[in-house]
């Protein structure tokens, strides 16, 4: 009995592995010397026979390697572990002690613009996989195979894997800034207990850094999470705010790179305030003035919600948390400099058109970016009735390919839906080849060449009685609306840390559409076609015969 057993073990061990594939690799990472270069097999079964060339070299595995899941191959253990916080399961080089090596023929070794990956069998080819061809070379990226496809999005070293998630039941404040945003921000931090935990890309408000500081001091354990390298740099209002923090006793701490780490993303751009573990605020608008304005401030158009909801709070706190630890981030420090600046004094938020409304019964799904930005795209696309899009700005992406979100908006009302978009009149006729004038005439001309069901406006500030529009918002069929701080281009969704929610509720939905009708309405005035180029040379030929005939007046 004792040797078909031991017959059928030695057969079992030999057969080869199942579904082995590379879904993972990164040849040009960011620390230097490179030796956090990986890559990622996955499948089961033997290892036996089992190699990867790169044109230059092989690598085989250890005889007996067995795989169940995933194995990661790195380049240097130590390296590896400094950057991702964990230790390959085999390294190519530098046989550090603990980790097994590779055994390799010839130079294997993963060029940052151009080669190749063989996965092999024996002579037969598993997998095959090259750069440029199949995957974009970019230093810092990290290629991975999803559903078949390379890079679906891209993915960069020490960024967060959130997946899409929905949460049932929530009871939610919705507001619209600038009239109803302070008063509910401020009202939540005041009801904090145990913890307030930001995520923000600016804090420059002198009211609400008072406000933080006196949660600290009841006990309330207080973190801020700042981008460390803003357009333009930190202000002296937000250089301000952090030195009340920390002279508060307040850790305030900046995403950026080190000389030990590359910053996770472009910008850490998310706008979000997680309370006590239960609750968050998050929104369009900066911890700024303008995007909570005190009493006779002037305030920015956007969207913001109250969520009340330990599931949903509990998702965010991950992400900071996540955000938090890494090596790129840096506690802020402003030795020896004395700042004075107010602003803020008085908490009392301004009388709004639209008053904050409290919801019950709401479905809340997180967005984050780049982890599943794509969940706005999803939203549009699955639009049957009507699609209303406020945002500051549309941008398309490289080479003139459409906007992804806005290619999903034309694509909707080809299918017979309603569509109005309304874009931010400040940055209307700026000098830029591709600021709002010219995406309002691309909009414009789609839809009149095609007969679509597609409007779109330029709300100037003026009309709309705010600074600007800064909004990110959009509402699908009347039941569901996207609140978040993704901006319409290439670069917010693809490489920002940002964070949304996408709410599902008709209660919920009519109220921000009450909010985009008045701001549509006011907007009425301004262009919506794409005349507009036709009627700029029409106005400065006008101004140059006025010109012309004032001339000649004086001549005679």
């Known amino acids: 009995m004792r040797a078909p057993v031991i017959l059928l073990i030695l057969v079992l061990l030999a ?24 890559l990622v097999i996955e499948g089961s079964g033997s290892l036996d026979g089992i190699t990867i060339d790169d044109g230059e070299g092989v690598l085989a595995f250890p005889p007996g390697t067995r795989i169940n899941g995933r194995i990661t191959i790195a380049e240097e253990g130590p390296a590896f572990l400094s950057t991702y916080g964990t230790l390959p399961d085999f390294e190519i080089r530098n046989a550090t002690a603990g980790i097994p090596d590779m055994r390799h023929q010839g130079m294997f070794a993963m060029a940052n613009r151009a080669d190749q990956l063989v996965l092999l069998q024996g002579n037969r080819v598993l997998q095959q996989v090259r750069w440029p061809e199949d995957v974009t070379a970019r230093e810092g990226q990290i290629h991975y195979l999803e559903n078949g496809t390379w890079d679906p999005r891209p993915r960069f070293p020490g960024q967060s894997r959130f997946t899409p998630a929905a949460f049932l039941n929530v009871t939610l404040t919705a507001f619209v800034s600038p009239e109803g945003a302070r008063g509910v921000l401020i009202g939540a931090l005041r009801n ?15 009211g609400i850094a008072r406000e933080l500081s006196a949660a600290h001091r009841r006990g309330v354990r207080v973190e ?14 937000g250089r301000g705010a952090c030195l009340l923090l920390n002279q508060s006793g307040i850790p305030v701490y900046l995403m950026a790179s080190t000389d030990t780490a590359h910053a996770r993303y472009r910008f850490t751009h998310a706008k979000v305030v997680v309370l006590d573990g239960s609750r968050l605020v998050l929104g ?16 920015n158009r956007g969207w913001g919600v109250l969520i009340d909801d330990p599931e949903t709070a509990r998702y965010f706190h991950g992400m900071f948390l996540h955000d938090r630890a890494g090596g790129d981030i840096l506690p802020f420090t402003l030795a020896g400099e004395v700042l004075f600046w107010e602003q803020g004094a008085r908490e009392e938020s301004l009388t709004p058109d639209l008053a904050p409304r409290i919801f019950r019964n709401a479905t809340v799904t997180p967005v984050l970016a780049p982890d599943t930005a794509f969940l706005v ?29 806005l290619l999903a908006a034309i694509e ?33 001309g789609i839809a009149r060449r095609e007969g679509l069901p597609l409007e779109v406006r330029v709300g100037w500030p003026d009309d709309l009685g705010v600074r600007c529009i800064h909004n990110k918002g959009a509402i699908v069929d009347a039941e569901r609306v996207l609140v978040s701080s993704i901006n319409w281009n290439e670069n917010s969704p693809s490489f920002n840390r940002e964070a949304g929610v996408i709410l599902e509720h008709p209660g919920v939905a009519g109220y921000y559409t009450e909010a985009f009708v008045q701001d549509w309405n006011r907007a009425a005035g301004g262009p919506v076609t794409g005349n507009t180029e036709i009627l700029r040379g029409a106005v400065a030929l006008l101004v140059i015969c006025l010109l012309l005939g004032l001339y000649l007046v004086r001549r005679r």
């Open 377 to 405: 795209e999803d939203l549009i696309a699955g639009a049957v009735r009507s699609v209303d899009i406020e945002v500051a700005s549309i941008r398309n992406s490289t080479g003139d390919r459409l906007n992804p979100y």
């Open 192 to 206: 904090a207990t145990e913890e307030i935990l930001i995520s923000a890309y600016e804090l420059e408000d002198a």
């Open 412 to 444: 909707a009302s080809r299918r017979g839906v309603a569509v109005r978009i309304l874009l931010d009149g400040s940055l209307y006729g700026t000098g830029d080849p591709e600021d709002n004038d010219e995406m309002a005439t691309t909009i414009a």
């Open 15 to 38: 057969v080869p592995s199942a579904g082995l594939q590379i879904v993972e690799f990164c040849p040009d990472p960011y620390l230097r010397g490179e030796g956090d270069a990986f």
């Open 224 to 237: 801020v999470l700042l981008e460390g390298g803003p357009a333009g740099g930190i202000s002296p209002a």
């Open 284 to 299: 369009t608008e900066n911890l700024n003035p303008t995007g909570y304005p005190p009493v006779g401030g002037t305030g």
